[in-house]
């Protein structure tokens, strides 16, 4: 394992809305050191007092900025909380559907790229499961969109939400190497709900409520279907960072059991 887990904090979002800097503290608590903090613009200055009160550092952060009218301004508010990787994490599977809808995102894709070199910066995008589900021509359309890529492009690829889209994880991760920067780890169900379910096509926060139970079955790493153990092998570079869209029990406790997973198994 490069370095300890970081935590995506939209997983503690509830706790987030209600005390930032408490959640924050929380998280720290059970072990975490780095954290990716989603949405942080608005809130940059609370979040940077937060992140030095609990000792954490955020490499990576998730920001809406391939529809964004002014990405500069989520790049400085990155610049100001040492975000070294902002990705963008969500457009909705009506957007991925032909070959040009592929290029187009990856155009804008690169452009952002080359935008957040300009300040020192590196961008990158995360999936969910229907860049993998949705094909064209016998391929899926995440394919279609890495090869137009820049290389310089990170990825953050999300290991639960490509397994559900029908992706061999650990081939694909052996396939694209050093170009996936970060692992969204997660365990969990694969099948039913939890693939075929979609949220809205404006948000990834408008969940259906058939996704948000289907959510609430995800398991700490180690506990599910996806066969963790096989993906971080197949990475060993990349860094991992623990995340649930739901969870049924306590979310502090289950994200805790996943950073325990990870420091047991993840060697």
């Known amino acids: 394992m490069s370095s300890t887990p970081s935590v995506q904090l939209y997983t503690v979002r509830d706790a987030v809305s209600a005390d930032l800097a408490g959640a924050i503290a929380r998280v720290a608590e059970v072990g975490f050191t780095q954290v990716e903090p ?9 979040f940077e007092r937060a992140f030095a009160a609990a000792g954490v ?16 301004r989520t790049f400085d508010a990155a610049a100001q909380l040492g975000i070294g990787t902002v990705i963008d ?21 690169n452009e952002l790229q080359l935008a957040a070199a300009a300040v ?11 860049e993998f589900a949705n094909h064209v021509d016998g391929r899926s359309i995440y394919e279609l969109f890495v090869e137009r890529l820049s290389p310089d492009v990170a990825l953050e690829l999300d290991t ?20 996936v920067q970060f692992l969204h780890i997660k365990d969990g169900p694969i099948a039913g709900a939890i693939a075929t379910t979609l949220p809205s096509n404006e948000s990834a926060l408008e969940v259906p409520e058939e996704l948000t139970q ?52 993840d060697k």
Do not use: C
């Open 38 to 46: 989603y949405d942080f613009v608005q809130r940059a200055d609370e």
């Open 57 to 72: 550092t955020a490499p990576s952060g998730h920001a809406p900025v391939i529809d964004a009218a002014d990405p500069a």
């Open 89 to 109: 994490p969500f457009i909705p599977s009506d957007r991925w559907q032909t070959a040009d809808d592929a290029a187009r995102i990856a155009d804008r894709v």
């Open 120 to 130: 020192g910066l590196r961008f990158g995008y995360h999936n969910h499961q229907w």
């Open 160 to 179: 639960y939400w490509s397994t559900v889209g029908g992706a061999d994880t650990p081939e694909l991760l052996r396939r694209l190497g050093d170009r």
């Open 214 to 265: 289907a959510f609430k079955n995800q398991l700490p790493a180690g506990s599910g279907e996806v066969g963790v153990a096989a993906i971080l092998q197949a990475a060993p570079h990349a860094l991992r960072v623990v995340e649930f869209d739901g969870y049924a029990g306590d979310v502090f406790e289950g994200i805790a059991a996943s950073f325990a997973w990870l420091m047991e198994n």
